[in-house]
């Protein structure tokens, strides 16, 4: 869903605001079309750039990242309390998702209801954003920056919608972006350096992990830690950092042992599936389909080991050096839901930020 030439026309109308979104995985990433070396941090110049390009508002997906964090984790606690359809599976990785669907649906159940942050973020563009700045939704162009091409087939999905208005109207690939800045005389190297836009636009170090296999975990850790021991609770999960395709830890929050795996790979996907005794032996299971994690994904430039370690340890260094890091801490998260969503699964988070896992069907 979405091309350049789509955009391009979204820009050439007078009649359309057109904004972006911009995934995790990106800000370490995209450089490396602009000649910089893999893992080179360039948020406030892809911001920029993307202004320079004609965005007239940018936000960070990320954001929205800390909201699915805080959805997801208050779903996980209900079901850790009830023992009830255990192990979570997150659903942020619409490859994974359709590979479920597909090959394991008696599965589907056990998937976290909260749409991924890509589509999380286009809802609350479209409702939230715009009834804050009291702009027509319907005249809202969102444009997600994505490290993924399945990204494309999630947007087009029929349940991401939200009363006839799609969600994201257009994805392109970091690679396409990278064109399309090229092709506006964007040059990333050049370009000023600007922050996101503000109500969306400030997000945690946590939301920020997203962007590799085990950052999904982490943030899910930090938040159930803080919940079940307050602010005391330690931040780093390092048990769930690695590079292998099959990870497993057990983590103790509070008086609980949590059973954690995180997966990259559908292979290894289908292996543990497979196996039903050794599935539900696990609380939570983190599911990406490509190497690494979105900093591995198929729209990105070419991957290799040492540039995927690259930009690992880059969004490491990005949840370091931020004071918030722990999603339920955003301030900016903090008003959303003290202005418009109430409180975690509430009627109104529900009806715009979650879907069905159970009969969900492809195109």
Known sequence: MGS????????????????????????????????????????????GALRQAGFEKVFDTSVAADIVTIEEGTEFLNRLEDQEDLPLLTSCCPASVFFVENTFPKFLHHFCTVKSPQQGMGSLIKTYYARRMKIDAKKNFVVAVMPCIVKKMEARRPEMEFDGVHNVDAV???????????????????????????????????GQLFGQTGGVSEALL????????????????????????????????????????????????RDLMSSEEKFHSYDVVEIMTCPGGCIGGGGQPESTPEKLEARKKALHNVDAMETVRVASEN???????????????????????????????CD
């Open 4 to 47: 350049i030439e789509d955009v391009n026309a979204a820009l050439a109308d007078e009649g359309k605001m057109v904004m972006a979104q911009v995934a995790p995985a990106v800000r370490v990433t995209i450089g490396e079309e602009f000649g910089l070396p893999a893992g080179t941090i360039v948020t406030k110049k892809l911001v």
């Open 172 to 206: 392109l690939t970091t690679k396409e972006a990278a064109a399309l800045l090229k092709s506006k005389k964007a040059d990333l190297n050049g370009a000023n350096e600007t922050g996101f836009d503000s109500l969306l636009g400030k997000a945690s170090g946590a």
């Open 222 to 269: 930090r938040f159930v830690a803080w919940k079940l021991e307050g602010k005391k609770a330690r931040v780093l999960f390092k048990e769930v950092r690695g590079k292998k395709g099959f990870r497993e830890a057990e983590v103790k929050i509070g008086s609980r042992m949590l059973k954690v795996a995180v997966i990259d790979g559908l292979n290894n996907l």
């Open 331 to 361: 301030p900016e998260v903090k008003e959303l839901y003290g202005s418009y969503l109430i409180e975690p699964g509430s009627k109104v988070a529900r009806s715009i930020l979650h879907v069905s896992r159970i009969c969900l069907k």
